[in-house]
């Protein structure tokens, strides 16, 4: 009875870390003289406890690009492509910042936490492609 009411609790504390949550995100130009290179993409973070991926799905962006972000319970299946990261603590707040050498033994962002960003309907997939490998990602097409 005791082991089985340890094994539940166990499994309850780690729970949270296996559930997927993504944002969705729209995003469109506010000047005919600005292309999106994604113009509709998810990300997941994984690794990280559920909630963690609150902040940087917001929909505070004042940049030229105009995005629209929602929660959502886990990214759609029918991408692209991917790109698949390291999460910083910079990441936290900003989904498309990685790092190809993230600082050791940064707080709170276990070694392992990943972020997943997927694309659909990619305008420029050289680019997205080259932005994410340059940014310390791997890149797979679908």
Known sequence: MI???AVLLVGSLFGSLA???GCHVLTRSASPGVEAVETESCYEFRGLPQGSINWSCSNESQETLGTKQEKVAKCETNY???CSASITQETL???KSSSTNPPANE????DDAK???YYYGLADKAQARNDCE???GEWQDR
């Open 107 to 110: 707080p709170n962002v276990p």
């Open 3 to 5: 082991a089985k009411t």
């Open 93 to 95: 707040a900003n989904h």
């Open 134 to 136: 340059r940014g310390g």
């Open 115 to 117: 972020v997943v960003t």
């Open 19 to 21: 559930m997927a949550e």
């Open 80 to 82: 692209d492509a991917s």
